[in-house]
Antibody
Framework: QVSLVQSGPELKKPGASVKVSCQAS????????ISWVRQAPGQGLEWMGY????????YYAQKVQGRVTLTTDRSTTTVYMELGNLSSDATAMYYC???????????????WGQGTLVTVSS | EIVMTQSPATVSVSPGERATLSCRAS??????VAWYQQKPGQAPRLLIQ???IRATGIPTRFSGSGSGTEFTLTISSLQSEDFAVYYC????????FGGGTRVDIK
């Protein structure tokens, strides 16, 4: 069965960076992409970026462009999301999602990780 | 950026009744729309893709329709487990989500 297991909660200070991992299993890793979606407390969903596990193509949302970096490790079927220059408005639950979009870009999110809570506070 | 606008923000429905949720795109997106359900403390779950295709395991009481800029999610006979927040998402040009519609018990 498809599983996306994310790393644990993080507490960071403003200006710091955070790196969250997402290990995928139960499917052919290179046949799908991974997107990252975040949700601030009590708020809606915000797409942050996408990486194709096959081509390595990446697409980022304009709002976080320049501050977020997605990488993959095919040997461990793990995707990493690093977000820099954190401010309090980055406090949110961060989800990795299996993305049915091909190498052309993000698409449909059919499986979700359990989420990683990132808290930014001085 | 394509803006997705959902309405209403909250709808109150009695169990067994029909709920109709709307989603409007700021420009034409063909049928490149998905719908998700989110319950408190849980990750969202894919319900509908390509505007009208139910995801695996989704009950037939959930149906989607629309194309272009206007989309609808209909829950034909609300069950207790359907009270949740519903989000539409476009994937025609990158990805954006609507603000969500909360379905409450009347």
């Amino acid at each position: 069965q498809v599983s996306l297991v994310q790393s644990g909660p993080e507490l960071k200070k403003p200006g710091a960076s955070v790196k969250v991992s997402c290990q995928a299993s139960g499917y052919t890793f290179t046949s799908y992409g991974i997107s990252w979606v975040r949700q601030a407390p009590g708020q809606g969903l915000e797409w942050m970026g996408y990486i194709s596990a096959y081509t390595g193509n990446k697409y980022y949302a304009q709002k976080v462009q320049g501050r977020v970096t997605l990488t993959t490790d095919r040997s461990t079927t793990t995707v990493y999301m690093e977000l820099g220059n954190l401010s309090s408005d980055a406090t949110a639950m961060y989800y990795c999602v299996r993305d049915k979009g091909g190498g052309d870009g993000p698409g449909i999110f059919d499986f979700w990780g359990q989420g990683t809570l990132v808290t930014v506070s001085s | 950026e394509i803006v997705m606008t959902q309405s209403p923000a909250t709808v109150s429905v009695s169990p067994g009744e029909r709920a109709t949720l709307s989603c409007r795109a700021s420009q034409s997106i063909s049928r490149n729309v998905a719908w998700y359900q989110q319950k408190p403390g849980q990750a969202p779950r894919l319900l509908i893709q390509a505007a009208a295709i139910r995801a695996t395991g989704i009950p037939t009481r959930f149906s989607g329709s629309g194309s272009g800029t206007e989309f609808t999610l209909t829950i034909s006979s609300l069950q207790s487990e359907d009270f949740a927040v519903y989000y539409c998402q476009q994937y025609d040009k990158m990805v954006t989500f609507g603000g969500g519609t909360r379905v409450d018990i009347k």
